[in-house]
């Protein structure tokens, strides 16, 4: 006689999951990282820094980005940071609210990592 195993509540929450295409992909967003022309390498570098400190929403909060902060983990000065950050929006893979609406000003705003648009699905297209 065969037995029933009670199913874990991982293996339930991985059914439950909903299965999106734009749901963050650290290994996904460095191809796109390293597939993105970015003008200096520090780009680099600080996306990598990026990719490292993001949650698993690929989302660093308000607050938590500062250049001089973000520059020293990256190892590079917080000029470059400032236009690293630029280099890395340019190419659409990271977003950040607009600075003239953001409230309130004495919190740095957040950073969301995202894929550039036009970028081939692994494996092609799920839909």
Same mark, same amino acid.
């Given at each position: 006689?065969?037995? @029933?195993?009670?199913? #874990?509540?991982? +293996? ?7 299965? %999106? ?8 967003? *460095?191809?796109?990282?390293?597939? #993105?022309?970015?003008? &200096?390498?520090?780009?680099? @570098? ?5 990719? &490292?400190? +993001? ?7 308000? /607050?938590? %980005? ?5 520059? +020293? ?27 003239? =609406?953001? *409230?309130?000003? *004495?919190? %740095?705003?957040?950073? =969301?990592? =995202?894929?550039?648009? /036009?970028?081939? &699905?692994?494996?092609?297209?799920? *839909?």
């Amino acid at each position: 006689m065969e037995s @029933l195993r009670m199913p #874990t509540p991982a +293996a339930i929450a991985q059914v439950l999951a909903p299965r %999106t295409r734009n749901a963050y992909d650290r290994h996904r967003w *460095e191809e796109a990282l390293l597939a #993105t022309k970015v003008p &200096h390498h520090n780009a680099l @570098l600080l996306g990598w820094t990026l990719a &490292h400190m +993001a949650g698993d929403a690929g989302y660093l909060p308000a /607050g938590s %980005t500062q250049m001089e902060r973000l520059a +020293a983990r990256a190892q590079i000065n917080p000029k470059q940071a400032r236009l690293s950050v630029m280099q890395l929006m340019q190419a659409g893979l990271v977003t950040r609210p607009d600075i003239e =609406t953001w *409230e309130p000003r *004495e919190v %740095t705003r957040p950073i =969301t990592l =995202t894929l550039p648009t /036009g970028l081939p &699905h692994p494996g092609g297209d799920p *839909e």
